[in-house]
């Protein structure tokens, strides 16, 4: 571990000049071993192109399978996590960066801000909390990040049905749709990647 500290200003951390991924995935495994597989997958991908893993910070469920694999890969790791969930998440402390946060908020903001593309992974309420946040602020013109669902055996294509419903029922302008790239596999998402960050 390179760097630990507690974070109670949200100015934080900026990013460097390394390219930086910000995956959200649960902290479970899932019903369907292919999503533990894909995560594993990703990490290692990442490692592969340089890219540096920003995730939660946590070693549980599809969080910690993206992380080792990342670092077993010897890639590099961006980790947040906020003080109420260190235990409940397993804090993962030997990081190239753990940061402990004071709330959820703080986290969810240091991750973004450290980050250049955003990979969301199968996953539960928290996992959908991130995905919007980062979609409402691309709408409101707050960033230009890419945000990708990886939809391993169709997990993602209900909420890609709900987005589409939300468009058509004229909620959101049909751009809102432009903001999200939904692939289906790893390497789909890394050729998507290369694309965004080259």
């Not at 990708?148 to 909420?159: A, D, E, Q, R, V």
């Not at 058509?168 to 749709?177: H, T, W």
Request: proline residues 3%; glycine residues 10%.
């Amino acid at each position: 571990m390179t760097g630990q500290s507690l974070c109670n200003d949200e100015s934080m951390i900026m990013s460097d000049l390394l390219r930086s991924v910000c995956v959200y995935c649960g902290s479970r495994d899932g019903a369907d071993t292919a999503y533990a597989a894909a995560a594993e997958a990703t990490g290692a991908m990442l490692a592969a192109n340089a890219w540096r893993l920003v995730y939660g910070a946590g070693d549980v469920g599809l969080m910690g399978r993206v992380a080792r694999a990342t670092q077993a890969a010897g890639g590099k790791t961006f980790g947040v996590i906020p003080t109420h969930l260190l235990d409940w998440e397993v804090g993962k402390r030997d990081l190239d960066t753990f940061i402990i946060t004071e709330t959820m908020h703080e986290r969810k903001k240091v991750m973004f801000m450290n980050c250049d593309a955003v990979v969301v992974l199968p996953g539960g309420a928290g996992s959908l909390d991130e995905f919007f946040e980062a979609l409402t602020w691309r709408q409101l013109g707050l960033h230009t990040k890419p945000v990708y669902l990886l939809n391993i055996n169709g997990f993602w294509s209900p909420l890609k049905a709900l987005v589409d419903h939300v468009v058509d029922q004229g909620f959101a302008e049909s751009s809102l749709l432009d903001y999200v790239t939904v692939v289906d596999d790893v390497p789909s998402l890394e050729s998507s990647l290369r694309a965004a960050l080259s």
